[in-house]
C-alpha cells in the first residue's frame, strides 16, 4: 500500500514525540563529544515543526515536506539544523506534484535527503556522523523493496541496519563537527546525530505500521 499524506504527518509527529522522549539521552551523548546540545536543539525544532504543521497539513505532500525543512534549518540550530533542514527540503523537491508515495518513492527521497547533507556537510560515511545511520538505512530499505518486502518490513530493516551504523560509529573518529576536536578521545562514544536520524527511521517504520504499507 502506498504512503498518504495523513501517513506523512503522522511520520512527523511521531519524530516529534520521539525528540522528545529521548532529548536528555541525545543531549547527554553530545556532553560526551560535543557541547551537550542536540537534544536540545532537535526538541526545540521539533516542537516548532509540531506547531507549524495544522498550517501546512491541507497541502501536498511536498509543500509538506519543504515547511518541516524550512522550520528546522531556523529553528534546530547547530550543525545539525542546516542538515536536517536540507534533508527534508530535498525530500519535497523529488516528492514534487506526488499525492502518494510508493515503494521507489522512499529510495528516490533517501538518496536526495543523503545528497543535501553530503553537500551541506561536505561530508562522507565514515566520519562518524549521521550519514553512517542514514545512508546503510538506505541500502537495506533499498535491498528488501528489491526483495519484495513491504515498505514497513522494509523500514524495519532500514532501522536495524541504521542502529548497526550507530555502533559502528563508536569505534570511528571522528573528522566532521565538533566531535573532530577530540579525535582519538571520540573513540568508544556513539554519534547523537546518527542516533537521532535513527530514531527517524524509527518513526518512519512506526508510522508505515500504522497505515498497515
Ligand atoms: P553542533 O555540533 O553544532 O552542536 P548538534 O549538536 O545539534 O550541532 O549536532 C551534532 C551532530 O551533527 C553530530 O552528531 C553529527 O551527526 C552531525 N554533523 C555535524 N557535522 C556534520 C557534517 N559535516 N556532516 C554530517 N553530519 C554532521
Ligand atoms: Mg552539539
Not at 30 to 47: E, F, T
Not at 183 to 198: F, K, L, M, V, W
Amino acid at each position: 500500500m502506498a504512503i498518504t499524506k495523513a501517513n506523512v504527518l503522522d511520520f512527523i509527529h511521531i519524530f516529534h514525540d520521539k525528540m522528545q522522549e529521548h532529548r536528555q539521552a541525545l543531549t547527554d551523548m553530545d556532553q560526551a563529544i560535543g557541547d551537550g546540545d542536540h537534544g536540545i536543539n532537535m526538541s526545540r525544532g521539533l516542537k516548532a515543526v509540531e506547531e507549524k504543521l495544522p498550517t501546512v497539513e491541507e497541502k501536498n505532500i511536498d509543500d509538506i515536506f519543504k515547511a518541516v525543512g524550512m522550520t528546522m534549518v531556523s529553528t534546530v540550530g547547530g550543525a545539525s539544523g542546516p542538515l536536517y533542514g536540507t534533508a527534508f527540503m530535498k525530500a519535497g523537491m523529488v516528492t514534487k506534484g506526488k499525492e502518494t508515495l510508493e515503494a521507489q518513492d522512499l529510495v528516490t527521497i533517501f538518496d536526495a535527503a543523503i545528497e543535501g547533507i553530503k553537500t551541506r556537510g561536505k561530508s562522507e560515511t565514515g566520519e562518524k556522523t549521521m550519514l553512517d545511520a542514514i545512508v546503510p538505512a538506505r541500502d537495506a530499505y533499498a535491498k528488501a523493496i528489491e526483495a519484495g518486502k513491504s515498505i514497513t518490513e522494509a523500514l524495519a530493516a532500514a532501522e536495524a541496519a541504521a542502529w548497526d551504523g550507530v555502533e559502528y560509529t563508536k569505534t570511528i573518529i571522528a573528522t566532521k563537527g565538533r566531535a573532530s576536536y577530540l579525535g582519538e578521545r571520540s573513540i568508544g562514544h556513539q554519534d547523537p546525530g546518527a542516533t537521532s536520524i535513527t530514531y527517524l527511521i524509527q518513526a518512519a517504520k512506526e508510522a508505515g505500521e500504522k497505515a498497515g504499507a
